[in-house]
């Protein structure tokens, strides 16, 4: 596609429940990243894929965080028994490898109540 | 100490000025370094790169890196309000396959 197409746009949730979002990324792009902002701050790297290579997941910040990618393409962010603290903005990336700069979505914002 | 460092603002200029914003990071073998721009409620998009000491001009912005004193840093001349946004700072640090994002610094230009 043209972008980096992420869905749904926002997600309410109750605590407990279990989430996935979705990122298509631009066609082509061997390259995606998930990242993490809450209200205010930074941008907190969450898991990388790279092609066929296994994926660096150093930042997922529990086991109730997982993601996958089939190939090059789509991919989703599963958060199981969602927490109050999950709330955020969940941003995904693309980009040709990863020494290029990314192209972000529009982003998943979560609000877990 | 953050790996990468930003002071968060806001940095208040008058239109057509020059804003700087400055960015410091702890990884010496760092090679890589992007300034991002993120507009309130939007997603960061990407203004410039740069990999090779010095300065790296694109229009209105240049990209000045001085990796001995490990900073990078972004001008933005003739300063306007559509300029004003949160602009991130993001490193590519040895051993690492994803990018380290500051803060970022919040900048307001004042009509």
């Known amino acids: 596609g043209a972008g980096v197409s992420q869905s749904p746009s926002n997600k309410v949730t109750e605590k407990g429940k279990d989430v996935e979002l979705r990122c298509d990324p631009i066609?082509?792009?061997?390259?995606l990243y998930w990242y993490r902002q809450r209200l205010g701050q930074g941008l907190e790297f969450l898991i990388y894929?790279?092609?066929?290579?296994?994926?660096?997941k150093s930042g997922l910040p529990s086991d109730r965080f997982s993601a996958e990618r089939t190939g090059e393409s789509v991919s989703t962010l599963t958060i199981q028994r969602t927490q109050q603290e999950d709330s955020a903005v969940y941003l995904c990336?693309?980009?040709?490898?990863?020494?290029?700069?990314?192209?972000f979505g529009s982003g998943t914002r979560l609000t877990v109540v | 100490q953050k790996e990468v460092e930003q002071n968060s603002g806001p940095l208040s200029v008058p239109e057509g000025a020059i804003a700087s914003l400055n960015c410091t990071y702890s990884?010496?073998?760092?090679?890589?370094f992007f300034w991002y721009r993120q507009y309130s409620g939007k997603s960061p998009e990407l203004i410039m790169f740069?990999?090779?000491?010095g300065d790296k001009e694109d229009g209105r912005f240049t990209a000045q890196l001085n990796k001995a004193s490990q900073y990078v840093s972004l001008l933005i001349r003739d300063s306007q309000p559509s300029d004003s946004a949160t602009y991130l700072c993001?490193?590519?640090?040895?051993?690492?396959?994803?990018?380290?994002f500051g803060s970022g610094t919040r900048l307001q230009v004042q009509p």
């Open positions: 990336a693309s980009s040709l490898d990863n020494n290029y700069g990314y192209t």
């Open positions: 066609s082509g792009h061997t390259a």
């Open positions: 894929f790279q092609g066929n290579s296994a994926p660096d």
């Open positions: 990884d010496r073998g760092s090679q890589s």
């Open positions: 740069i990999y090779s000491n």
């Open positions: 993001a490193v590519k640090n040895t051993g690492r396959r994803a990018l380290t």
